[in-house]
């Protein structure tokens, strides 16, 4: 049976983005034509976290309202490089705990973290949304793999724009960073567009 997970940030006692959280879990039952039982805010109460730091709030749960979860102390992870990598029938439209897809694409890679190309869009690295600076203003791109909350979140705060970010124009933008839930938006923490070690100086460039 398919299962999902909900990455929860919680810092100093307090949970982020619930309600987005919730609502995706929410949806995923309704798109499988199942009701949600599980309420996320609920089982965090339950869990009675008294620590200090930066968690995460794992929720793994099926179709059938079955879970299990877990609170584990977290850590930003900080990469060397990136690369970019095609994949045109990737499809991660739901936050599955199946990561498989992910995994074989990683171990092609010669880069410690990679940022998937579908049909010549940029979408996402194995793990985040990302996003990219141009004249001072943060874009993330129209064809992500998964709407994750924290980029929701800053789409709806004005803090970031969405654009068509594609193999051609990628070069155009001068840093870029990775966002997830427990990944907020921070211009302290961003890599120079050559982090990405096989950038295309034409599009026919771009070999796998």
């Not at 879990?25 to 930066?54: P, Q, R, V, Y």
């Not at 490089?81 to 897809?101: M, W």
């Not at 155009?172 to 950038?199: C, G, R, T, V, W």
Request: with cysteine; proline share 2%.
């Amino acid at each position: 049976m398919s299962r999902f997970i909900e990455s929860i940030k919680v810092e100093d006692q307090k949970i982020f983005l619930v309600e987005l959280h919730q609502k995706r879990m929410n949806e995923t039952f309704s798109h499988f034509g199942k009701a949600c039982e599980i309420n996320i805010k609920s089982l965090f109460l339950n869990l009675e976290h008294d620590e200090d730091g930066l968690y995460k709030f794992r929720i793994e749960y099926d179709l059938e309202n079955n879970f299990k979860t877990q609170i584990l102390p977290h850590a930003i992870s900080e990469h060397d490089d990136f690369e970019l990598v095609i994949d045109n029938e990737i499809d991660y439209s739901f936050k599955s705990a199946d990561r498989t897809q992910f995994q074989k694409l990683k171990e092609k890679s010669g880069a410690e973290e990679i940022v998937i190309i579908k049909e010549n869009q940029i979408t996402d690295t194995s793990y985040s949304n990302l996003l990219f600076l141009k004249d001072k203003t943060w874009f993330t791109p129209k064809t992500y793999l998964l709407n994750g909350v924290m980029r929701q979140s800053l789409l709806t705060s004005k803090k970031i724009k969405e654009t068509e970010i594609t193999i051609e124009n990628i070069k155009e933008y001068s840093h870029f960073q990775l966002i997830n839930a427990m990944n907020d938006f921070d211009e302290m923490f961003i890599y120079p567009i050559e982090k990405i070690i096989n950038l295309p100086t034409e599009e026919t460039d771009l070999e796998f």
